[in-house]
């Protein structure tokens, strides 16, 4: 079977675990080249192993611009050039009624999960529009749509995204480049080991959540459409 990624490559942000990582081995066995990107040097590089041979172990905070433009820098050289497409994976999440959110919490859902991806995206797209040809993938949520209780910074970090997307996706008509946003629902990673969603009513228990690879099935999809079609926006719920 031939590999529908085979000579492309990509940079998945947040790929150390969770979705993010499930996304990065998934374009690795599609044959894509995969630059796997995250804040902890032991944790990038033991994910990278685990995505390909040939995948490149970036130390990237996407909440700092200057470590985004390195990063970027770096992955072009590699490369020889911007990645063919970027996933926009990292993200943080925290749980607080508005009363009682902390500041800091709240600054660093805005920083990792909108600010981070309008950094990837704009350090790659000038590039992206001289070529003609590139794919920018933003993982949304269901919360980018849907207001719940104590979901004041996440809410407001993923509306943001997905007005991001929006702005994007108007930019960016008949450029050749395209922008993609997957929103799933609730999905079973490592960020609900602080808040036992089992424990809390109305939360979707871990066991029926949607898993990281039903999420990276979504993106291959995405990326795998020929160059003339573009997938907007996909809905991920459990069944």
């Known amino acids: 079977m031939t590999a529908p990624l085979r000579d492309r490559t990509a940079a998945v942000t947040g790929a150390s675990r969770g979705i993010g990582l499930a996304i ?49 820098d770096a992955i072009s050289t590699q490369f ?12 943080t ?33 000038p590039r992206m529009l001289e070529r003609g040809s ?30 991001l997307w929006e702005v994007l996706r108007a930019e ?9 946003l997957v929103s799933p629902g609730p999905t079973d990673t490592p960020l609900w080991d602080a ?3 089992d424990a809390r009513e109305g939360f979707v228990p871990r066991a029926s959540m949607l898993r990281p690879d039903a999420v990276a099935d979504a993106v291959a ?3 795998t459409r020929p160059p003339g079609v573009l997938i907007e926006e996909l809905r991920l719920s459990s069944a």
């Open 24 to 72: 990065a081995r998934r374009l690795g066995a599609e044959g894509a080249r995969v630059a796997v990107l995250s804040r902890d040097r032991e944790s990038v590089a033991r994910a990278a192993r685990t995505v390909g041979r040939d995948a490149l172990a970036v130390v990237c905070d996407v909440r700092d611009p200057g470590a985004v433009a390195r990063a970027l």
């Open 172 to 180: 960016l008509r008949g450029s050749g480049v395209r922008a993609t």
């Open 80 to 91: 020889g050039d911007v990645p063919d497409a970027i996933v926009c994976a990292a993200g």
């Open 221 to 223: 999809y995405a990326l």
């Open 195 to 197: 808040h036992d969603p």
């Open 134 to 163: 590139g794919h920018c993938v933003l993982i949304g949520s269901v919360a980018d749509r849907h207001a719940y209780p104590e979901n004041g910074a996440y809410a407001a970090s993923k509306f943001g995204a997905r007005g």
């Open 93 to 125: 999440f925290t749980l607080a009624r508005v009363r009682d959110a902390d500041p800091n919490a709240f600054a660093d859902a805005i920083a990792v999960n909108l600010f981070g991806p309008f950094l990837i995206v704009r350090a790659v797209l």
